[in-house]
């Protein structure tokens, strides 16, 4: 039978340009080519739940607007639980300005319109409605939102995942019930910590400043091309990635932590999901755009035969 899994996020329409480098501030440079695509770092990860077998649900609020039709039409092609999404008056539906230079890096600038109209009453109504097996969130949406759902979690044995972007410093995280897995990546986790990310040592200090501020039995610290690192109850452990040509690393980050997220309702092996998100992720860093260059199960098992990898 299928996991269900309830994303409480963000949805996008992104503006993605090819630029040999991003401008500095004050330049204009000339785009090599630009397109639309569904984004959002939590529809992103609702479309990756969705291609690799989850019952996904989605949570988010989309405008009254033609990106709105635009981008509910592409999840249920997905196959995504739609039932859930919020359609508001009065506000546009998200949009991120993404650059993507040369070498696949990105730089992100989102209004976020329709999504800061989340309501915390909406969320829990969901998770009511939906009976997950998992909750994943963001903190692309309303904080009281994600501290709600949190609450509700805890207080109801639902296992929640949060993927913690993107960071601000000023996000009072300790207001967050205990939570099952708290993931940030390197720029979060510094923001969050005061401590970069740079080797195992670092990793552990910001772990336990982290596990100050944050209740969660495990944390999962996205390391980009290093891979990521679990900390398991006093044991660190860095799983390396796979070596791709990389694209566009545009939701990485949104596909590894909700591969993992259903990798580990599925098996309850941390490490192993933690593999399973990194194939996910190079996969998808490998090809462009956001939630759709992230592979299927088949694509996935395809990759995995290609290069010799047992997960
Ligand atoms: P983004 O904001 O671009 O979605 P992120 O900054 O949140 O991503 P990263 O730590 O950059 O997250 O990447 C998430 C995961 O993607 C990594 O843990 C790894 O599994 C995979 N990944 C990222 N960069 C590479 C790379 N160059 N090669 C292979 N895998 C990668
Ligand atoms: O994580 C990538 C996503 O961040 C983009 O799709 C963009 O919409 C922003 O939400």
Not at 134 to 149: H, M, S
Not at 276 to 295: K, L, T, W
């Amino acid at each position: 039978m299928k996991k269900t899994v309830l994303t409480v996020s963000s949805a996008n329409m992104d503006l993605n340009m090819r630029v040999n480098e991003a401008p500095l501030k004050g330049q204009t440079i000339l785009g090599d080519s630009y397109s639309y695509v569904p984004g959002g770092k939590g529809a992103n990860s609702a479309i990756t739940l969705a291609k690799l077998g989850a019952h996904s649900v989605l949570c988010a609020a989309l405008g009254n607007d033609a990106n709105g039709t635009a981008l509910k039409k592409v999840y249920n092609g997905f196959g995504i639980d739609t039932s859930c999404i919020l359609t508001v008056n009065d506000y546009p539906t998200g949009l991120a300005a993404v650059t993507v230079e040369a070498d696949g890096a990105n730089r992100i600038a989102v209004f976020s319109g329709a999504n800061s109209m989340l309501t915390p009453e909406h969320a829990v109504s969901s998770i009511k409605a939906s009976s997950p097996d998992a909750v994943f969130c963001q903190f692309e949406i309303p904080f009281e939102t994600v501290r709600a759902v949190s609450e509700y979690c805890h207080e109801n044995s639902v296992p929640l995942f949060i993927d913690a972007g993107p960071a601000d410093p000023s996000l009072p995280i300790e207001k967050l019930a205990p939570v099952f897995v708290f993931s940030p990546n390197e720029t979060e986790t510094e923001l969050f910590t005061g401590i970069s990310p740079s080797d195992e040592e670092s990793c552990i200090q910001a772990v336990n400043r982290l596990s100050e501020r944050v209740k969660a039995r495990y944390y999962v610290i996205k390391l980009g091309s290093r891979g990521a690192g679990v900390y398991d109850n006093g044991n660190f452990t860095v799983i390396p990635t796979y070596d791709v040509k990389v694209v566009d690393t545009t939701a990485a980050g949104d596909s590894f932590t909700a591969a993992l997220t259903l990798e580990y309702i599925r098996t309850e092996d941390i490490l192993h999901s933690c593999r399973y998100g990194n194939a996910v992720a190079s996969v998808a860093v490998s090809r462009p755009g956001a939630g759709e260059s992230v592979p299927d199960s088949k694509e996935l098992e395809d990759f995995l035969h290609k290069n010799g990898i047992t997960l």
